[in-house]
Antibody, heavy 119, light 110 residues
Framework: QVQLVQSGAEVKKPGASVKVSCKAS????????INWVRQATGQGLEWMGW????????GYAQKFQGRVTMTRNTSISTAYMELSSLRSEDTAVYYC????????????WGQGTLVTVSS | SYVLTQPPSVSVAPGKTARITCGGN??????VHWYQQKPGQAPVLVIY???DRPSGIPERFSGSNSGNTATLTISRVEAGDEADYYC?????????????FGGGTKLTVL
């Protein structure tokens, strides 16, 4: 079955960077864009950006421009999201999600990765 | 930027019908997708392209979209439907399309 499995929880200090991985299985990794969405505790969903695993092309939400980098390793069907200059407000669960077709819905989602930013 | 407005909460008795709205400027011209999120779990797609249901989602879930409002309807509500629900669209009004989520609606089954 189609599945996205993310890396484990991280604890980072303010100013540091975090890199979250998202391993795809059950489909051709390069055929579908991967999007990243985060959710602070008790809050709603916030979209961060997308990456085309075939071309490596990316598109980031303006809020995260300059701080986020989305990459991939096609040989192991894995997407990555790196967020730099972390601050306490970046504490959240980060999800990857497969975009069914361009400008459409997300299905499925990864299980989420909790990133805690604390001094 | 485009804004989607959802009621923070909706309450319904078991067996009744729940309607969760998602308001946006001329949202009827966009494709709306809906997600269900239970506590501690990742979101799950329940309606896509306004009114289509993924396989495995009960027929009790349906959607509509017209004018300035999209609606997720859950018929014969069950206790297991209690969750947060989010609507989602792509905003292509600029040369840099963005994803927009509604603020989410907590469905409480009384």
């Amino acid at each position: 079955q189609v599945q996205l499995v993310q890396s484990g929880a991280e604890v980072k200090k303010p100013g540091a960077s975090v890199k979250v991985s998202c391993k795809a299985s059950g489909y051709t990794f390069t055929s579908y864009d991967i999007n990243w969405v985060r959710q602070a505790t008790g809050q709603g969903l916030e979209w961060m950006g997308w990456m085309n695993p075939n071309s490596g092309n990316t598109g980031y939400a303006q809020k995260f421009q300059g701080r986020v980098t989305m990459t991939r390793n096609t040989s192991i069907s894995t997407a990555y999201m790196e967020l730099s200059s972390l601050r306490s407000e970046d504490t959240a669960v980060y999800y990857c999600a497969r975009e069914y077709e361009r400008y459409s819905m997300f299905d499925p989602w990864g299980q989420g990765t909790l990133v805690t930013v604390s001094s | 930027s485009y804004v989607l407005t959802q009621p923070p909460s909706v309450s319904v008795a078991p067996g009744k019908t729940a309607r969760i709205t998602c308001g946006g400027n001329n949202i009827g011209s966009k494709s709306v997708h809906w997600y269900q999120q239970k506590p501690g779990q990742a979101p799950v797609l329940v309606i896509y392209y306004d009114s289509d249901r993924p396989s495995g989602i009960p027929e009790r879930f349906s959607g509509s979209n017209s004018g300035n409002t999209a609606t997720l309807t859950i018929s014969r509500v069950e206790a297991g439907d209690e969750a947060d629900y989010y609507c989602q669209v792509w905003d292509s009004s600029s040369d840099h399309p963005d994803v927009v989520f509604g603020g989410g609606t907590k469905l409480t089954v009384l």
